[in-house]
């Protein structure tokens, strides 16, 4: 059975940090590029970062960049999001997504809940 689930979501002051972990469990994960996405309340969803199945390119949004750092570990089967200098804009529901390289195969986690009061 497929799984994603993200953890590490909580409320934060602004600067401050939180570390968000998406575990996948029922596919071979080194073979998905793994990205996180964020959806603020009355917004759309929107990308966050990227990273490969090989770990060895990433990308970010421009909001986030110098602040967010996604990395990934293909032996315990975990993309994290690191985030640091958290803002009150950062608020929203963080979900990680895995792609099956070069096929449009996706699996959503469930999300997790990132506060970061004004």
């Known amino acids: 059975q497929v799984q994603l689930v993200e953890s590490g979501g909580g409320s934060v002051q602004p600067g401050g940090s939180l570390r968000l972990t998406c575990t996948a469990s029922?596919?071979?994960?080194?073979?998905?590029?793994m990205k996180w996405y964020r959806q603020a309340p009355g917004k759309e969803r929107e990308w966050v970062a990227v990273i490969t199945n090989t770990g060895d390119s990433t990308n970010y949004a421009a909001s986030v960049k110098a602040r967010f750092t996604i990395s990934r570990d293909n032996a315990k089967n975990t993309a994290d999001l690191q985030m640091n200098s958290l803002k009150p804009a950062d608020t929203a529901v963080y979900y990680c997504?895995?792609?099956?390289?070069?096929?449009?195969?996706?699996?959503w986690g469930q999300g997790t809940q990132v506060t970061v009061p004004s």
């Open positions: 029922g596919f071979t994960f080194s073979r998905y590029i």
């Open positions: 997504k895995a792609t099956l390289v070069i096929t449009t195969i996706n699996y």
